[in-house]
């Protein structure tokens, strides 16, 4: 099993248990004391995971668990359409793009539906069906586990269908948005996906409104740095947006 894999088995393990030892993980997973102990530190550097002696516990805010897009979908649509038609101004016609799942990242789907002569290619469902009306546009999506709450496609399948390919724009929403923590998100599953993503580019497009802007979900996914550009609408926060620029990460409110 490869280092990866394991982190991800550690991880919805301890998602379902709510804390691990490291003996029970050895065994489980037929590695070291050791290589299990390695893992959770890696795990706990990266805020996924709260080492504590002898294993660790789950790290998870019961306040941050975000509504399924299908319900996100019918919150804040004009702020939503906003960003959509903001960025679909930013993708020309011929390129490659990645769109990930989400409700705002659906609002980009939307957008683009007249664009001619680009590829999108998508781990989202309701991104595919949305784009089933418009023939110009090229469609590829990824294999993968489904996350029906995000209507997402996700896991080893999703990751290694990436491997190797190259586009010119990612674009991708996120739970919270921080200059010191970063991108996060909110869950254990999709957190290897969403960095094989942002791996396929370096263009990255961040969309979220204003309300995703200082706040920290449980598991951070990159650097704020990660982010190329990100869209949201006007009204975040001054102190934030003004600590994000400085790190030099392009900010376009709509």
């Known amino acids: 099993m490869l280092k990866k894999e394991r982190q991800r088995e550690i991880l919805k393990f ?30 706990d550097q990266r805020g996924m995971v709260e080492r504590v002696h002898g294993g660790a516990l789950l790290v998870r805010n019961s306040r941050d668990v975000e509504a399924p897009v299908i319900e996100r979908s019918k919150e804040n649509t004009e702020i939503k359409q906003h960003i959509g038609r903001r ?36 781990n989202a469902l309701n991104i595919a069906y949305t784009m089933i009306s418009a023939p110009e546009i090229n469609v590829a999506m990824t294999g993968g586990f489904l996350r029906r709450s995000e209507l997402s496609l996700i896991g080893h399948f999703a990751e290694h269908a990436l491997e190797g390919v190259q586009v010119d724009k990612v674009i991708i929403g996120m739970r919270g948005i921080d200059p010191v923590k970063g991108l996060t998100s909110d869950n254990m599953d999709e957190l290897m996906t969403d960095q094989a993503i942002l791996n396929i580019s370096k263009n990255i497009i961040v969309v979220a409104d204003h309300t995703k802007l200082g706040h ?25 947006l003004q600590a994000i620029r400085q790190m030099r990460v392009r900010i376009i409110e709509v």
Do not use: C, W, Y
């Not at 998602?15 to 030892?21: A, N, P, Y």
């Not at 004391?33 to 390695?38: K, P, W």
């Open 216 to 240: 920290v979900a449980a598991i951070r996914t990159a650097p704020i740095t990660a982010a190329t550009t990100i869209v949201t609408n006007s009204g975040g926060p001054k102190d934030i």
């Open 14 to 43: 301890i998602e379902d248990t709510g804390k691990v030892e490291v003996e029970i993980l050895s065994k489980r997973l037929g590695v070291s004391d050791m290589t299990i102990r390695r893992d959770l530190g890696e795990l």
């Open 87 to 122: 960025v679909a101004g930013m993708i020309q016609d011929g390129e490659k793009i990645f769109l990930g799942s989400g409700s705002t990242t659906s609002a980009v789907a939307e957008a683009i539906l007249n664009h001619r002569n680009i590829t999108v290619i998508t």
